[in-house]
């Protein structure tokens, strides 16, 4: 088959996605848009063509997952889980190794393989300390654990999903052509089979040869443990400078707002929370006489910078004595009853924290106060204290020129610290927290679990489509309170969606311009004479090699097509080859940049590039093995 100029600019188009890819030049979702934007522009795909892949139900259905798992990780319900399975483990190497990756198994079945990474590595480091064991020795098989775990379930990692959509997009296209669908998509639990021998094989091999490969290493992370909130409260001393103070009838706060007082400028005093007495009535009846009972309740205000001061309204007040004293002197204040603030979940509580915030070379705030920043204003946090690296002196809060090192210890709503995190050039959020979010929520948790295995019941039961069933799990987290919508927002990660989501549109145009049924050609001619055995050593080959160097979800992309048109051309059920496209392409052992859970334990567990080449193309072996022998049994051909 001659090759034509369109085929020629296709595959221009692919070769320098994948070198960008390769070489991490470009953002992985920078390199998508720009496969998108070039289809389009080279005319190759039609502007309808080329952003069908943000509509795909594939995408769709990854994005509500991210949400669900974002509940599960906000409701410290996956920390709750991934700490009782861990109790179990004692201190003994093997079964400590066998634990950990039953554990994450289990977990990255039902949500994302690099959110239960996240959640269980602090857990794995204090565990390889009381143990006295390398975390290097737990780390790898953690990271790989969660690999296999995700290739037991429909919904566990993203090519199981885009295989199986892409067999029921495979029947729509027959029906458009008047004919009858013919292929079955893959339910929640026909990776399982596969899945679970896969797991088992893996916690073998790591027990036994995988143990003596993996490196001893001294991690710095041997001995860190993030700091509680309460043992930051602590070390700042916050309680001791908490005040409680009336406004009385002749005071000039009243009925003036929080940026008119002035307390913060002249005083170095931050209005953290307004008690204000709200009377309420009821009646209550004695026989036959009805009394009207009159009540005061403090409604709990969180003021901003428009906040009215109003008479009789107790201000809780963070500073200095000596501040606190001036202050209450010239405002005319009276100082009432102290209370421990922190017992009243007033420094943590459902919707409001405090955090380290420290300022990086390149921030914007560098050189000016928080006066000239509006720094309340303008983020909706208070800044508690400023602390300066080799300054032991109490600095000016509001007048003090900023500078490269120093540490705000900011208050407020935690979705307001949580976007001081996104400002990465301005701010460096110290410490975990998504982790004291997580703590408060754990009342959430039950309600999570209930929404969790009610999706799955639904999927297991194929009551519903699943891209309907995950929209709707992620709809109820959210109206249920397990995350906020600014939250389900971030928990997605947009940089795979996007990807996704601009690599989808790639199959469609190597399709169109005939390219994947050139190659499926040059596939079968080459390994199709070996028959569909040879066929399917030869994706898992070519996908597990891919998956090295590419995202596992952009290789499922490129070459699930492949295999089902190869699938079509040998006349035989395409399930065995795709299911060994979806395994290989989860396969990503080889690399610390296969995938984010591999890179998620690099610097933790102190590896080197070469550490995961010794461990992992065994592993990927053992995988091969197992393909080439269990899945023609449980998918015939």
Not at 186 to 203: V, W, Y
Not at 259 to 265: E, I, M, R, V
Not at 583 to 590: G, L, P, R, Y
């Amino acid at each position: 088959m001659e090759i034509t100029t369109d085929m020629w600019i296709v595959l221009a188009i692919l070769a320098v996605a994948i070198l960008l890819f390769v070489t991490d030049w470009l953002r992985v979702d920078v390199v998508a848009l720009g496969v998108v934007i070039a289809l389009m522009l080279t005319e190759i795909l039609t502007p309808t063509e080329a952003i069908a892949g943000f509509s795909s139900s594939a995408v769709l259905t990854i994005a509500a997952l991210f949400i669900v798992g974002g509940a599960v990780l906000q409701t410290g319900l996956a920390g709750v889980i991934g700490q009782r399975i861990l109790k179990i483990a004692g201190t003994d190497e093997i079964r400590l190794t066998a634990v950990i990756m039953i554990a994450v198994a289990l977990l990255s079945g039902v949500m994302s393989d690099t959110g239960t990474v996240a959640v269980l590595l602090p857990a794995i480091i204090g565990l390889a300390s009381s143990a006295k064991i390398s975390p290097s020795k737990l780390l790898i098989p953690l990271s790989f654990g969660s690999l296999l775990g995700g290739a037991m379930t429909l919904i566990g990692t993203p090519p199981n999903i885009i295989v199986s959509s892409l067999l029921r997009e495979e029947n729509t296209r027959l029906i458009s052509e008047s004919l009858e669908p013919v292929y079955t998509p893959f339910e929640f639990f026909s990776f399982a089979p596969i899945g679970i021998l896969m797991l088992i094989c893996g916690i073998l091999f790591m027990i036994t040869i995988g143990r003596r490969i993996l490196p001893d290493y001294k991690s710095e992370s041997d001995s860190e443990e993030y700091e509680s909130l309460e043992e930051l409260a602590n070390r700042y001393e916050l309680n001791r400078k908490v005040a409680y103070v009336r406004v009385r009838s002749k005071s000039p706060l009243k009925d003036i707002t929080l940026s008119a007082s002035k307390l913060g400028h002249e005083y170095n005093l931050t209005v953290m929370e307004i008690e204000r007495p709200i009377a309420a009535q009821s009646v209550a009846s004695f026989g036959n006489q009805k009394i009207l009972i009159e009540k005061t309740y403090p409604e709990h205000i969180f003021p901003t910078a428009t906040t009215v001061i109003k008479q009789d309204d107790i201000l809780v007040i963070q500073g200095e004595e000596e501040d606190l004293q001036r202050a209450v002197q010239d405002k005319v204040l009276e100082i009432q009853e102290n209370r421990d603030y922190n017992n009243d979940e007033g420094f943590m509580n459902r919707v409001r924290g405090i955090a380290e915030v420290l300022l990086p070379p390149r921030s914007s705030l560098l050189g000016k106060s928080l006066s000239d920043t509006r720094f309340a204003q303008t983020f909706n946090l208070n800044v508690l204290e400023i602390r300066r690296p080799g300054n032991i002196e109490r600095l000016d809060l509001q007048n003090e020129k900023l500078e490269f090192g120093d540490i705000l210890l900011v208050q407020g709503m935690w979705d307001d610290i949580m976007t001081l995190k996104s400002r990465k050039q301005d701010f460096v959020v110290m410490g975990q927290p998504e982790a004291m979010v997580a703590a408060i929520r754990t009342r959430k948790a039950p309600i999570a679990a209930m929404i969790l295995l009610a999706l799955l019941a639904i999927l297991i039961l194929d009551a519903i489509p699943l891209v309907t069933a995950a929209l709707l799990g992620a709809f109820v987290m959210v109206l249920t309170g397990c995350l906020s919508m600014d939250e389900a927002y971030r928990a997605i990660d947009w940089k795979s969606i996007v990807l996704i989501a601009g690599m989808l549109p790639m199959a469609t145009a190597l399709e169109k311009v005939g390219l994947v049924d050139e190659i499926t050609f040059q596939v079968t001619s080459g390994l199709g004479s070996g028959g569909p055995y040879v066929m399917l050593g030869g994706l898992f080959l070519l996908t597990s090699l891919l998956t090295q160097v590419l995202s596992n979800t952009a290789t499922a992309v490129l070459v699930a097509p492949i295999a089902l048109a190869s699938a079509q051309q040998l006349d035989v059920q395409p399930y065995a080859f795709l299911m060994a496209v979806a395994i290989a392409a989860s396969m990503a052992f080889a690399s610390p940049v296969a995938s984010p859970v591999n890179t998620l334990v690099l610097g933790a567990g102190n590896y080197k590039f070469v550490d995961y080449i010794k461990i992992g193309i065994p592993m990927i072996v053992i995988m091969f093995i197992i393909t080439m022998i269990a899945v023609p049994i449980v998918f015939p051909f």
